[in-house]
């Protein structure tokens, strides 16, 4: 399998439609992580991701648990996305099949999975000290392409 997006409990579904929108644009799974903050048939889930949300490769999972469980990923296949990461996301190489995981847009990713995996953290550079973090969509967005660099 190729790359994947992982949202951890989104919470708006309108970034949740963009998401799938930009993964059926670059060919890439999307792997939500239950609970959501929102029914999935939300009409606002498929307003965002427009008429593109039927081709929209989807997989669910019931918990973070459950997802290492089915995908047990390598390490390096790991590559979660904070405010605070310590290194930037151009600095990787991303192997064809990671995994590019980001939280919910008010909490980010939990701290116990930042816990067991405090070495695959990275960030979007920002220039301005008035901004924390960007729209959940976007960081995935250009995140994404980051990751599809000199592959597309």
Known sequence: ???????????????????????????????????????????????????????????????????????????????LFEEFGARSFYEPDYPEDAFLVFGQETKGIPKPIIGQHPDRLFKLPMRSDVIRSLNLANTVSAAAYQALRGKL
């Open 1 to 79: 399998m190729g790359l994947s997006i992982v949202l951890i409990q989104p919470e708006i579904p309108g970034n949740t439609g963009a998401v799938g929108r930009t993964c059926v644009a670059l060919g890439l799974e999307l792997i939500l992580i239950h609970p959501l903050g929102f029914d999935i048939s939300d009409k606002r889930v498929k307003r965002s991701g427009l008429d593109y949300w039927p081709h929209v490769h989807l997989t669910e999972y019931a918990s973070w648990a459950a997802f290492l469980e089915a995908r047990a990923p390598r390490p390096d296949q790991l590559f």
